[in-house]
């Protein structure tokens, strides 16, 4: 099994920053690639960033230019670097990795981490 362990959510005004990081362990073979989505209230879940094995990025057009991410393949973490923070960036955070264990990969989510961002 896979654990994810999230961290780094809170309150931030509107223009302010905030870092989320999010550290996998378990029986990890190999990480493939690792993202953040974002559910807002009332709303579905969203793709927000995603890195892959290879150090390539891709992102939702509303946070390109704003948000960063990236990963620490020495501590199975990824992180979520999230700047000039908008109102509209706030909901749950979650984390979602697809590791390999024994060869076999698979999907595994973080429990959220909540972000609010005050106007």
């Known amino acids: 099994q896979v654990q994810l362990v999230e961290s780094g959510g809170g309150l931030a005004q509107a223009g302010g920053s905030l870092r989320l990081s999010c550290a996998a362990s378990?029986?990890?073979?190999?990480?493939?690639?690792m993202a953040w989505y974002r559910q807002a209230p009332g709303k579905q879940r969203d793709l927000v960033a995603v890195?892959?094995?290879?150090?390539?990025?891709n992102y939702a057009d509303s946070v390109k230019g704003r948000f960063t991410i990236s990963r620490d393949d020495a501590k199975n973490t990824v992180y979520l670097q999230m700047n000039s923070l908008k109102p509209e960036d706030t909901g749950v955070y979650y984390c979602?990795?697809?590791?390999?264990?024994?060869?076999?990969?698979?999907?595994?989510w973080g429990q959220g981490t909540q972000v609010t961002v005050s106007s």
């Open positions: 979602n990795v697809r590791a390999r264990i024994r060869g076999v990969p698979l999907p595994y």
């Open positions: 378990g029986s990890i073979s190999r990480i493939d690639s």
């Open positions: 890195i892959t094995s290879g150090g390539s990025t």
